[in-house]
Protein backbone atom coordinates (compact mmCIF):
# COMPACT_ATOMS: atom_id res chain seq x y z
CA UNK A 1 0.00 0.00 0.00
CA UNK A 2 2.84 2.51 0.80
CA UNK A 3 4.46 1.88 -2.57
CA UNK A 4 1.35 2.70 -4.21
CA UNK A 5 0.68 5.96 -2.54
CA UNK A 6 4.45 6.32 -2.96
CA UNK A 7 4.66 6.11 -6.69
CA UNK A 8 1.25 7.98 -6.95
CA UNK A 9 3.03 11.28 -4.94
CA UNK A 10 6.18 10.39 -7.78
CA UNK A 11 3.90 10.71 -10.09
CA UNK A 12 2.40 13.90 -9.25
CA UNK A 13 5.59 15.09 -8.33
CA UNK A 14 7.56 14.24 -11.95
CA UNK A 15 7.40 17.65 -14.35
CA UNK A 16 5.20 16.93 -17.20
CA UNK A 17 6.69 15.89 -20.36
CA UNK A 18 8.39 18.75 -22.50
CA UNK A 19 8.01 18.77 -26.68
CA UNK A 20 11.38 17.41 -27.15
CA UNK A 21 10.77 14.47 -24.56
CA UNK A 22 7.36 13.74 -26.46
CA UNK A 23 9.74 13.75 -29.59
CA UNK A 24 12.34 11.64 -28.43
CA UNK A 25 9.58 8.66 -27.67
CA UNK A 26 8.32 8.57 -30.98
CA UNK A 27 12.02 8.43 -32.27
CA UNK A 28 13.34 5.33 -29.76
CA UNK A 29 9.75 3.73 -30.68
CA UNK A 30 8.48 4.43 -33.51
CA UNK A 31 11.24 5.76 -35.84
CA UNK A 32 14.05 3.42 -34.57
CA UNK A 33 12.63 0.72 -36.47
CA UNK A 34 12.45 2.44 -39.86
CA UNK A 35 15.64 4.18 -39.14
CA UNK A 36 16.87 1.22 -42.10
CA UNK A 37 14.42 1.41 -44.40
CA UNK A 38 14.64 5.27 -44.46
CA UNK A 39 18.09 5.50 -45.08
CA UNK A 40 17.90 2.41 -48.27
CA UNK A 41 14.55 4.36 -49.69
CA UNK A 42 12.05 1.84 -48.76
CA UNK A 43 10.07 4.15 -47.02
CA UNK A 44 9.34 7.79 -46.57
CA UNK A 45 7.57 8.56 -43.06
CA UNK A 46 5.25 10.83 -43.85
CA UNK A 47 2.59 9.09 -40.77
CA UNK A 48 5.51 9.27 -38.77
CA UNK A 49 6.50 13.39 -39.29
CA UNK A 50 2.35 14.02 -38.76
CA UNK A 51 2.87 12.36 -35.39
CA UNK A 52 5.70 14.36 -34.58
CA UNK A 53 3.73 17.49 -35.74
CA UNK A 54 0.83 16.33 -33.29
CA UNK A 55 3.39 16.94 -30.22
CA UNK A 56 4.38 19.95 -31.45
CA UNK A 57 7.78 19.57 -33.17
CA UNK A 58 6.86 21.73 -35.30
CA UNK A 59 5.26 24.57 -34.32
CA UNK A 60 7.82 25.57 -31.07
CA UNK A 61 9.83 28.10 -33.06
CA UNK A 62 6.59 30.06 -34.49
CA UNK A 63 7.28 33.71 -33.46
CA UNK A 64 5.48 34.95 -30.54
CA UNK A 65 4.25 38.61 -30.69
CA UNK A 66 7.53 39.19 -32.55
CA UNK A 67 9.86 37.42 -30.58
CA UNK A 68 10.56 33.72 -31.92
CA UNK A 69 12.95 30.91 -29.46
CA UNK A 70 14.54 28.38 -32.19
CA UNK A 71 15.82 26.29 -28.99
CA UNK A 72 12.93 23.68 -28.83
CA UNK A 73 12.83 23.45 -31.98
CA UNK A 74 16.46 22.41 -32.54
CA UNK A 75 16.01 19.68 -28.61
CA UNK A 76 13.62 18.25 -30.76
CA UNK A 77 15.56 17.92 -34.47
CA UNK A 78 18.46 16.62 -32.11
CA UNK A 79 16.98 13.75 -30.16
CA UNK A 80 15.74 12.49 -33.75
CA UNK A 81 19.01 13.15 -35.29
CA UNK A 82 20.83 10.94 -32.50
CA UNK A 83 18.45 8.02 -34.31
CA UNK A 84 18.01 8.90 -37.94
CA UNK A 85 19.87 11.78 -40.10
CA UNK A 86 17.83 11.23 -42.95
CA UNK A 87 14.73 11.74 -40.42
CA UNK A 88 16.49 14.68 -38.93
CA UNK A 89 16.76 16.89 -42.62
CA UNK A 90 13.26 16.03 -42.99
CA UNK A 91 13.01 17.68 -39.46
CA UNK A 92 14.56 20.55 -40.66
CA UNK A 93 12.86 20.76 -43.92
CA UNK A 94 9.55 20.80 -41.93
CA UNK A 95 10.76 23.58 -39.71
CA UNK A 96 12.32 25.47 -42.65
CA UNK A 97 8.80 25.54 -44.35
CA UNK A 98 7.04 26.82 -41.26
CA UNK A 99 9.82 29.50 -40.14
CA UNK A 100 8.66 30.63 -43.78
CA UNK A 101 5.22 30.85 -43.21
CA UNK A 102 5.71 31.95 -39.84
CA UNK A 103 7.90 35.16 -41.09
CA UNK A 104 5.70 36.37 -44.29
CA UNK A 105 3.71 39.58 -44.32
CA UNK A 106 1.42 37.83 -46.45
CA UNK A 107 -1.53 37.95 -44.15
CA UNK A 108 -3.81 35.69 -46.53
CA UNK A 109 -0.62 32.89 -46.70
CA UNK A 110 -0.53 33.23 -43.31
CA UNK A 111 -3.85 32.36 -42.46
CA UNK A 112 -4.30 29.62 -44.87
CA UNK A 113 -1.04 27.78 -44.17
CA UNK A 114 0.51 27.88 -40.89
CA UNK A 115 -1.11 26.09 -38.83
CA UNK A 116 -1.36 23.35 -41.19
CA UNK A 117 2.71 23.49 -41.47
CA UNK A 118 3.08 23.71 -37.80
CA UNK A 119 0.58 20.97 -37.02
CA UNK A 120 2.34 18.54 -39.50
CA UNK A 121 -1.29 18.22 -40.90
CA UNK A 122 0.51 19.20 -44.55
CA UNK A 123 4.04 18.22 -45.44
CA UNK A 124 6.63 19.93 -47.40
CA UNK A 125 10.55 21.30 -47.63
CA UNK A 126 12.40 24.00 -48.88
CA UNK A 127 14.18 24.42 -52.07
CA UNK A 128 16.58 27.28 -51.05
CA UNK A 129 19.93 25.33 -52.17
CA UNK A 130 19.71 27.45 -55.20
CA UNK A 131 18.81 30.93 -53.73
CA UNK A 132 20.95 30.25 -51.25
CA UNK A 133 24.15 29.30 -53.58
CA UNK A 134 23.35 32.32 -55.74
CA UNK A 135 23.57 34.93 -53.34
CA UNK A 136 27.29 34.06 -52.62
CA UNK A 137 27.70 33.79 -56.37
CA UNK A 138 27.96 30.32 -56.79
CA UNK A 139 25.27 29.34 -59.34
CA UNK A 140 22.57 31.40 -60.98
CA UNK A 141 19.41 31.05 -60.16
CA UNK A 142 17.50 28.85 -61.93
CA UNK A 143 13.97 29.61 -61.67
CA UNK A 144 12.39 32.69 -63.72
CA UNK A 145 9.23 34.52 -63.34
CA UNK A 146 7.54 37.18 -64.98
CA UNK A 147 4.37 39.33 -63.64
CA UNK A 148 0.41 38.55 -64.76
CA UNK A 149 -2.81 39.32 -63.73
CA UNK A 150 -2.98 37.61 -60.24
CA UNK A 151 -0.01 36.40 -59.60
CA UNK A 152 3.41 35.42 -62.05
CA UNK A 153 4.26 32.74 -64.18
CA UNK A 154 7.29 30.50 -63.21
CA UNK A 155 9.41 28.38 -65.32
CA UNK A 156 12.81 26.36 -64.83
CA UNK A 157 13.45 23.02 -62.78
CA UNK A 158 15.31 22.84 -59.30
CA UNK A 159 17.62 19.73 -59.09
CA UNK A 160 17.15 18.45 -55.25
CA UNK A 161 14.12 19.56 -53.12
CA UNK A 162 13.52 17.21 -50.16
CA UNK A 163 10.58 16.19 -47.54
CA UNK A 164 8.82 16.25 -50.90
CA UNK A 165 4.98 14.44 -52.19
CA UNK A 166 2.14 15.03 -54.17
CA UNK A 167 0.34 16.86 -51.84
CA UNK A 168 3.84 18.58 -50.38
CA UNK A 169 4.51 22.11 -50.73
CA UNK A 170 7.85 24.28 -50.49
CA UNK A 171 9.27 27.57 -50.53
CA UNK A 172 11.56 28.88 -53.37
CA UNK A 173 12.87 31.80 -55.40
CA UNK A 174 12.34 33.11 -58.53
CA UNK A 175 14.41 35.76 -60.45
CA UNK A 176 11.88 38.26 -62.08
CA UNK A 177 12.59 38.62 -65.77
CA UNK A 178 12.19 42.44 -67.60
CA UNK A 179 9.95 43.37 -69.70
CA UNK A 180 13.20 43.45 -72.19
CA UNK A 181 14.66 40.03 -71.26
CA UNK A 182 17.14 41.39 -68.91
CA UNK A 183 17.08 39.36 -64.99
CA UNK A 184 17.49 40.59 -61.53
CA UNK A 185 21.32 39.89 -60.25
CA UNK A 186 21.00 39.15 -56.65
CA UNK A 187 23.69 40.23 -53.85
CA UNK A 188 25.28 37.94 -51.02
CA UNK A 189 22.55 39.27 -48.46
CA UNK A 190 19.90 38.06 -51.17
CA UNK A 191 19.33 41.60 -51.66
CA UNK A 192 18.60 42.30 -55.57
CA UNK A 193 21.23 44.70 -57.06
CA UNK A 194 19.74 45.83 -60.76
CA UNK A 195 16.45 44.77 -62.41
CA UNK A 196 13.17 44.04 -60.95
CA UNK A 197 14.04 42.02 -58.44
CA UNK A 198 13.82 38.47 -56.94
CA UNK A 199 10.27 36.94 -55.48
CA UNK A 200 9.62 33.78 -52.52
CA UNK A 201 7.03 31.95 -52.98
CA UNK A 202 5.25 28.52 -52.30
CA UNK A 203 5.53 25.72 -54.68
CA UNK A 204 2.35 23.15 -54.93
CA UNK A 205 3.05 19.92 -55.98
CA UNK A 206 -0.25 18.83 -56.80
CA UNK A 207 -0.40 21.34 -59.67
CA UNK A 208 -0.09 19.57 -62.87
CA UNK A 209 2.37 22.61 -64.29
CA UNK A 210 4.84 21.17 -61.41
CA UNK A 211 6.61 17.97 -62.23
CA UNK A 212 8.54 15.67 -59.44
CA UNK A 213 11.39 13.43 -60.87
CA UNK A 214 12.78 10.81 -59.02
CA UNK A 215 16.47 11.19 -58.30
CA UNK A 216 19.54 8.78 -59.15
CA UNK A 217 20.41 7.14 -55.98
CA UNK A 218 22.08 8.88 -53.16
CA UNK A 219 24.73 7.59 -50.62
CA UNK A 220 22.93 7.31 -47.85
CA UNK A 221 19.26 8.77 -47.04
CA UNK A 222 17.53 8.03 -49.84
CA UNK A 223 13.91 7.63 -48.22
CA UNK A 224 14.08 11.51 -47.93
CA UNK A 225 11.44 12.29 -50.83
CA UNK A 226 13.96 14.43 -52.71
CA UNK A 227 13.17 15.19 -55.90
CA UNK A 228 14.42 17.08 -59.08
CA UNK A 229 11.13 19.65 -59.80
CA UNK A 230 9.96 21.29 -63.13
CA UNK A 231 8.32 24.08 -63.77
CA UNK A 232 6.27 24.20 -66.56
CA UNK A 233 4.72 27.57 -66.96
CA UNK A 234 3.53 27.52 -63.18
CA UNK A 235 0.75 30.10 -62.55
CA UNK A 236 2.05 31.67 -58.42
CA UNK A 237 -1.29 33.07 -57.47
CA UNK A 238 -0.71 36.31 -54.84
CA UNK A 239 -2.02 34.44 -52.12
CA UNK A 240 0.86 32.01 -52.57
CA UNK A 241 3.75 34.72 -52.55
CA UNK A 242 6.02 34.79 -49.09
CA UNK A 243 7.79 37.99 -50.04
CA UNK A 244 7.50 39.96 -52.94
CA UNK A 245 10.97 41.36 -51.76
CA UNK A 246 12.70 38.33 -51.25
CA UNK A 247 16.13 39.66 -50.83
CA UNK A 248 15.08 41.67 -47.30
CA UNK A 249 12.75 38.43 -46.56
CA UNK A 250 16.04 35.96 -46.80
CA UNK A 251 17.62 38.80 -44.89
CA UNK A 252 15.51 38.11 -41.78
CA UNK A 253 15.21 34.51 -41.95
CA UNK A 254 18.61 33.26 -43.03
CA UNK A 255 19.77 33.17 -39.65
CA UNK A 256 16.93 30.52 -38.62
CA UNK A 257 17.40 28.69 -41.56
CA UNK A 258 20.92 27.73 -40.89
CA UNK A 259 20.06 27.39 -37.06
CA UNK A 260 17.47 25.09 -37.34
CA UNK A 261 19.97 23.02 -39.01
CA UNK A 262 22.45 22.67 -36.06
CA UNK A 263 19.88 19.81 -34.80
CA UNK A 264 21.25 17.37 -37.47
CA UNK A 265 24.93 17.84 -36.32
CA UNK A 266 24.13 17.64 -32.32
CA UNK A 267 21.75 14.62 -32.54
CA UNK A 268 24.18 12.81 -35.10
CA UNK A 269 27.37 13.73 -32.87
CA UNK A 270 25.82 12.26 -29.81
CA UNK A 271 25.06 9.14 -31.30
CA UNK A 272 28.41 8.70 -32.52
CA UNK A 273 29.63 9.46 -28.87
CA UNK A 274 27.25 6.55 -27.65
CA UNK A 275 28.56 4.36 -30.24
CA UNK A 276 32.29 4.88 -29.27
CA UNK A 277 31.23 4.27 -25.86
CA UNK A 278 29.62 1.12 -26.74
CA UNK A 279 32.79 -0.51 -27.58
CA UNK A 280 34.40 0.22 -24.73
CA UNK A 281 34.11 -2.54 -22.61
CA UNK A 282 35.48 -5.19 -25.27
CA UNK A 283 37.61 -2.82 -27.52
CA UNK A 284 39.00 -0.08 -24.84
CA UNK A 285 41.78 -2.09 -24.44
CA UNK A 286 43.24 -0.99 -27.98
CA UNK A 287 40.77 2.09 -29.07
CA UNK A 288 42.35 3.94 -26.19
CA UNK A 289 45.47 4.30 -28.99
CA UNK A 290 43.32 6.24 -31.46
CA UNK A 291 43.76 9.91 -31.65
CA UNK A 292 40.41 10.43 -30.79
CA UNK A 293 38.23 9.80 -28.08
CA UNK A 294 34.69 10.02 -26.71
CA UNK A 295 35.57 12.19 -24.15
CA UNK A 296 36.59 14.88 -26.44
CA UNK A 297 33.53 14.57 -28.11
CA UNK A 298 31.71 14.98 -25.75
CA UNK A 299 33.12 18.16 -24.48
CA UNK A 300 33.11 19.55 -28.06
CA UNK A 301 29.39 18.43 -28.06
CA UNK A 302 28.84 20.67 -24.91
CA UNK A 303 30.22 23.57 -26.32
CA UNK A 304 28.19 23.39 -29.39
CA UNK A 305 25.05 23.15 -27.29
CA UNK A 306 25.86 25.66 -25.27
CA UNK A 307 26.86 28.28 -28.54
CA UNK A 308 23.40 27.14 -30.57
CA UNK A 309 20.90 27.56 -27.77
CA UNK A 310 22.23 31.00 -27.24
CA UNK A 311 22.11 31.82 -30.73
CA UNK A 312 18.87 30.57 -31.03
CA UNK A 313 17.16 32.84 -28.53
CA UNK A 314 17.67 35.72 -30.91
CA UNK A 315 17.16 34.36 -34.46
CA UNK A 316 16.08 38.03 -35.81
CA UNK A 317 19.42 39.84 -34.56
CA UNK A 318 20.59 41.47 -37.52
CA UNK A 319 24.39 42.44 -36.18
CA UNK A 320 27.34 41.35 -38.62
CA UNK A 321 28.74 39.94 -35.52
CA UNK A 322 26.10 37.91 -34.78
CA UNK A 323 25.38 36.19 -37.94
CA UNK A 324 29.48 35.15 -38.39
CA UNK A 325 28.63 33.64 -35.38
CA UNK A 326 25.99 31.96 -36.69
CA UNK A 327 27.97 30.38 -39.97
CA UNK A 328 31.07 29.78 -38.17
CA UNK A 329 28.62 27.25 -35.42
CA UNK A 330 26.83 25.71 -38.92
CA UNK A 331 30.92 24.99 -40.09
CA UNK A 332 32.19 23.57 -36.89
CA UNK A 333 29.18 21.30 -36.98
CA UNK A 334 29.89 20.15 -40.15
CA UNK A 335 33.34 19.35 -39.50
CA UNK A 336 32.76 18.11 -36.14
CA UNK A 337 29.39 15.41 -37.56
CA UNK A 338 32.17 13.94 -39.96
CA UNK A 339 35.16 13.86 -37.57
CA UNK A 340 32.76 12.03 -34.53
CA UNK A 341 31.19 9.77 -36.93
CA UNK A 342 35.33 8.47 -38.91
CA UNK A 343 36.25 7.92 -34.87
CA UNK A 344 33.08 6.08 -34.24
CA UNK A 345 34.04 4.02 -37.23
CA UNK A 346 37.38 3.15 -36.21
CA UNK A 347 36.04 2.60 -32.52
CA UNK A 348 34.04 -0.24 -34.05
CA UNK A 349 36.64 -1.91 -36.15
CA UNK A 350 35.46 -4.57 -38.43
CA UNK A 351 32.13 -5.06 -36.67
CA UNK A 352 31.38 -0.99 -37.88
CA UNK A 353 31.86 -2.21 -41.27
CA UNK A 354 29.14 -4.22 -41.13
CA UNK A 355 26.07 -3.30 -43.04
CA UNK A 356 24.01 -3.95 -40.31
CA UNK A 357 26.28 -1.84 -37.98
CA UNK A 358 24.84 1.68 -38.08
CA UNK A 359 28.16 3.00 -36.98
CA UNK A 360 28.47 3.06 -41.31
CA UNK A 361 25.51 5.08 -41.55
CA UNK A 362 26.13 7.56 -39.19
CA UNK A 363 29.27 7.69 -41.21
CA UNK A 364 27.53 8.12 -44.92
CA UNK A 365 24.68 10.97 -42.94
CA UNK A 366 27.69 12.88 -41.59
CA UNK A 367 29.06 13.86 -44.99
CA UNK A 368 25.94 14.45 -45.69
CA UNK A 369 25.64 17.68 -42.76
CA UNK A 370 28.84 18.88 -44.52
CA UNK A 371 27.68 19.30 -47.73
CA UNK A 372 23.88 20.01 -47.78
CA UNK A 373 23.46 23.76 -48.28
CA UNK A 374 25.14 25.68 -46.93
CA UNK A 375 27.80 23.04 -47.50
CA UNK A 376 31.63 23.26 -45.45
CA UNK A 377 32.91 25.06 -48.66
CA UNK A 378 30.11 27.45 -49.33
CA UNK A 379 30.25 28.34 -45.43
CA UNK A 380 34.25 29.08 -45.75
CA UNK A 381 33.44 31.57 -48.61
CA UNK A 382 30.86 33.42 -46.33
CA UNK A 383 33.41 33.61 -43.42
CA UNK A 384 36.09 35.08 -45.64
CA UNK A 385 33.93 37.61 -47.39
CA UNK A 386 34.21 36.17 -51.09
CA UNK A 387 30.74 37.56 -52.92
CA UNK A 388 32.26 36.56 -56.23
Known amino acids: MGSVALSRVEAVDR ?15 E ?25 GAWSSHVPQEGPADLCCAIQSMAVIGEVCGATAFMAWCQNALVWYAANSTNLKLARRFGDSFSSGRVLGGTGLSNPMKSFFGIERLKL ?4 VEGGYIVKGALPWVSNLGPDHYFGTIFEREDEDGGT ?11 GPGIVMFLADCSD ?7 CKPFLAMDGTGTYGVQFRDVFVPDELILAEQAGQFVKKIRAGFILLQAGMGLGLIKDCIGIMDE ?3 PLGHVNRYLPQQPTQFRELHAEFEKETMALACDPYN ?20 VAAAHA ?5 GARGYLKSHRAQRRLREAYFVAIVTPATKQLRKMLAGDER
Not at 15 to 27: G, L, N, Q
Not at 144 to 147: E, M, N
Open 144 to 147: KGRK
Open 184 to 194: AKSGPDGTAKG
Open 344 to 348: AMLHC
Open 31 to 55: LAPLAGEIDAGSVYPGELLRNLGKV
Open 15 to 29: PAPTIADEVARIARH
Open 318 to 337: SDDSYWRRVVALRLRLGEAS
Open 279 to 281: VGP
Open 208 to 214: PAITLQP
